[in-house]
Nanobody, 124 residues
């Protein structure tokens, strides 16, 4: 079992930055794939970034490439999403997800473990 708790959301003006954190507890070493997803009101959930925890490979949605960076700490019990040059269209609830089996990838959201989410609001 893996538990996830997000933090770091808030309100920021366009062009600003935020750093989201996801604290991983439980069987942390079994998580081989972690991801950040977001869902805006009236829209479907979309993958933002994922990281393969065993080799550090990362993947990003085209909409955030060059602006967002996903990373993890050495203990693999924290995953971060550094968000720079934020835009109003980045406004959404951001959630952390984890998989202990095969990684679903960025285009799918069938991860078995999810956090409660943290709200990010970007004003113009």
């Amino acid at each position: 079992q893996v538990q996830l708790v997000e933090s770091g959301g808030g309100s920021v003006q366009a062009g600003g930055s935020l750093r989201l954190s996801c604290a991983v507890s439980g069987d942390t070493l079994s998580s081989n794939c972690m991801g950040w997803y977001r869902q805006a009101p009236g829209k479907e959930r979309e993958g933002v970034a994922i990281i393969h925890t065993y080799d550090g490979r990362t993947f990003y949605a085209d909409s955030v490439k060059g602006r967002f960076t996903i990373s993890q700490n050495n203990a693999k019990n924290m995953v971060f999403l550094q968000m720079n040059s934020l835009k109003p269209e980045d406004t959404a609830m951001y959630s952390c997800a984890a998989a202990t089996g095969p990684c679903p990838g960025l285009m799918r959201s069938d991860y078995p473990y999810w956090g409660q989410g943290t709200q990010v609001t970007v004003s113009s």
